[in-house]
């Protein structure tokens, strides 16, 4: 009797070590680069350099696009990443030219650049799919039967001016209603892809879509939330993230906006305004791979100045999302609860995250972020309306001060707990 009794609790251990261990089987891990911008003329012409450059360093500078050093450094620091821990597929998120103008690129050098890249991409990633967002739109199946919605949206961009006007470019928003309906219909879970984002990017506040653009894509999320488990975009080289919410203020959909590769800062003269330094980066997800749901986030960063004097690469990890921001996962609900936590511009967690915005990066331009930077900043994060997104920076510059929006989220935790909302 008591041998059948041992017998029984090994099994039971035995039992319990093998659960745990099928639940560590369904995590898995996909990879994020966006916004290589490869400057081939870097220390030559300096094409894309926004001002004089006297000391060119090996993997780039603040002022330039990515010098090939910096790209080959960066896919080769991605494959270091995987060594413990395998990748199932990488979102590549597009821009890849330099930043010039139409006068000195054509088709030929961009397929010259893509070509390049994609070629690169393929001898250190052999055998994992590479889901780019390459000026099309299309939809794939990962191993794991998570759906891949990827994204033209460069169609909506206020700098296409040939679709300005149009009701639907390329039938896009159709075939994606068609495939989002299909997917809810077969329980599928999805993640959506693209370059431009939709929302309020910080610092000026600017909406990337024409209006009625913008409203089709979100109000198309929106209708899908229940199955859209991730976005992931470009086009801002800067770390940021939004967080999409129901009628009820829900967390219901969670946006992330990937560092870009470039350190290039962009200058606006007719406006005053120049972007800040930022190091080249990259991320890795971690998800479930039955259900999709994120999981976890891990940011890497090339120290470009220290890379530059030792004139060797040198990848840091920037931050992990669970420990760091002291949340269970990257869901909705978790960076929601993190957005709360930075109501405060004097916060300790406001201030790590203006660090990792600009990637890490410690230079002048940086500065300090001031009760107006930090509107804008924390009204990105939770506002993709305009109106509602300016009406926020309007109430967070104007008499309202930290300690008051801390209370103002306590209000609506009170109301909500009440209407039994949570």
């Known amino acids: 009797m008591e041998r059948a009794h041992l017998l029984f609790v090994l099994l039971?251990?035995?039992?319990a070590e093998f659960q745990v261990k099928?639940?560590?089987?369904?995590?898995?891990?996909?990879?994020?680069?966006?916004?290589?911008?490869?400057?081939?003329t870097y220390g030559s012409q300096d094409w894309s350099c926004n001002d004089n450059v006297s000391n060119h360093g090996l993997y780039g500078d603040y002022w330039c696009d990515s010098p090939w050093n910096l790209i080959t450094s960066a896919v080769e620091a991605m494959k270091n990443a995987t060594e413990d821990r395998d990748a199932d597929f990488?979102?590549?998120?597009?821009?890849?030219?330099?930043?010039?103008?139409?006068?000195?690129?054509?088709?030929d050098i961009n397929d010259q650049i893509l070509g390049n890249l994609t070629q690169l991409l393929r001898t250190h990633f052999p055998t994992?799919?590479?889901?780019?967002?390459?000026?099309?739109?299309?939809?794939?199946?990962?191993?794991?039967?998570?759906r891949i919605l990827a994204l033209n949206t460069n169609l909506y961009y206020t700098s296409d001016k040939v679709t300005a006007g149009l009701t639907d470019p390329a039938d896009q928003f159709s075939w994606m209603e068609n495939v989002l309906a299909s997917s809810n219909a077969s329980n599928e879970k999805v993640i959506v892809t693209g370059h431009v984002p939709p929302g309020m990017a910080p610092p000026l506040g600017t909406r990337w879509m024409y209006e009625d653009f913008h409203q089709k894509l979100n109000s198309i999320l929106y209708k899908y939330s229940n199955i859209i488990i991730g976005m992931h975009f470009g086009h801002e080289h800067n770390d940021n993230f939004r967080v999409f919410y129901d009628e009820q203020d829900k967390p219901v959909l969670g946006l992330f906006m990937a560092p870009s590769v470039t350190p290039w800062r962009y200058k606006i003269p007719s406006l005053g305004v120049t972007g800040k330094a930022h190091n080249p980066g990259f991320r890795m997800i971690k998800y479930d791979q039955s259900t999709g749901r994120?999981?976890?986030?891990?940011q890497y960063f090339m120290d470009l100045p220290e890379s530059n004097r030792m004139q060797a690469p040198v990848w840091k990890t920037g931050y992990t999302a669970t420990s760091d921001m002291s949340i269970p996962d990257i869901t909705p609900a978790s960076m929601d609860l993190f957005v709360k936590r930075m109501a405060d511009p004097n916060g300790a967690d406001f201030?790590?995250?203006?660090?990792?915005?600009?990637?890490?990066a410690e230079h002048p331009s940086i500065g300090v972020c001031d009760q107006s930077c930090h509107a804008r900043i924390h009204c990105n994060f939770i506002h993709s309306s305009k109106k509602k997104y300016d009406q926020c920076v309007n109430l967070l510059t104007s008499n309202a001060t930290p300690i008051s929006l801390v209370w103002f989220y306590m209000f609506l935790v009170i109301v909500a707990c009440f209407m039994n909302i949570l």
């Open 128 to 146: 994992v799919p590479v889901y780019a967002t390459y000026g099309g739109y299309y939809t794939v199946k990962t191993t794991s039967g998570i």
């Open 294 to 298: 994120h999981l976890d986030l891990i």
């Open 22 to 40: 099928c639940v560590q089987a369904k995590e898995g891990w996909f990879l994020h680069v966006t916004d290589f911008h490869w400057d081939y």
């Open 351 to 360: 201030k790590k995250f203006y660090s990792w915005r600009f990637t890490s």
């Open 12 to 15: 039971l251990v035995v039992s």
């Open 90 to 107: 990488i979102l590549w998120t597009g821009d890849n030219v330099l930043h010039v103008g139409d006068d000195k690129v054509n088709i």
